[in-house]
C-alpha cells in the first residue's frame, strides 16, 4: 500500500474554512435565519468551526446542528454495522431558514441524498445547500456542493482521508 500523501494540512483546512464561512455569509446577506447541520461524524465538528468564524465575522451566533443520516442510506445491505448517531436539531428549528448541511468529503453524493431525505422528516427548510471541506468527484447522484474548501481531483481507487483534532487529534487531509 502507498504511503499517505498529505494534501491539505491545518493551516489549509482552517484558511479553507474562513473562506467557506465568508462565501456562507456573502450569499446569504449575513447570518439571518441561518442554519449550520454537520453531518456525522467529521461535519460536525467543521459545522462548529464555521459557524466560530462566522460569530468572529458578523457579531452574531448562528445555529449549529448535527444530522445523523443512518437510516435513510441506501447502502445499509452492504455496511450494516454502522452506528448510528444522534440528530440534535437546534431550537430555532429548520423551518423557513436557510440549511447548510456540512461535511468532509463530497464524494459519490449519497451521504447529501441520505440527509436530504432525513431532512424531509424533520422539517421544511427555505432552502439547503450544502458546504464540504473536499470534493473528491466522481458523482454517482445528481448533487454539487455551493462551498468547496478544496476540489480534489482523485481516481476512484484512492482514498480520501479527514483527519480533525476534536476527532482524531490533528487536522489534515491525505490521499493514498
Do not use: C, W
Amino acid at each position: 500500500m502507498a504511503e499517505p500523501r498529505i494534501v491539505l494540512d491545518s493551516g489549509d483546512i482552517a484558511r479553507a474554512l474562513t473562506r467557506i464561512a465568508h462565501e456562507i455569509l456573502e450569499r446569504n446577506k449575513g447570518a439571518t435565519d441561518l442554519v449550520l447541520l454537520g453531518l456525522h461524524t467529521r461535519g460536525v465538528p467543521l459545522a462548529h468551526r464555521i459557524a466560530e468564524r462566522i460569530q468572529a465575522v458578523e457579531g452574531a451566533g448562528v445555529a449549529v446542528g448535527e444530522l445523523d443520516v443512518t437510516m435513510y442510506r441506501d447502502d445499509l445491505r452492504n455496511q450494516p454495522t454502522r452506528r448510528p448517531h444522534r440528530t440534535v436539531i437546534p431550537s430555532v428549528g429548520i423551518d423557513d431558514k436557510v440549511v447548510v448541511l456540512v461535511d468532509d468529503v463530497l464524494f459519490s453524493g449519497r451521504t447529501v441524498r441520505s440527509a436530504l431525505d432525513s431532512l424531509a422528516d424533520l422539517g421544511r427548510p427555505r432552502a439547503v445547500r450544502l458546504a464540504v471541506l473536499v470534493d473528491r468527484g466522481h458523482r454517482e447522484l445528481p448533487i454539487r456542493a455551493d462551498h468547496v474548501g478544496k476540489n480534489l481531483p482523485s481516481a476512484r481507487a484512492e482514498r480520501v482521508s479527514v483527519a480533525l483534532t476534536e476527532v482524531d487529534g490533528s487536522d489534515e487531509v491525505t490521499i493514498v
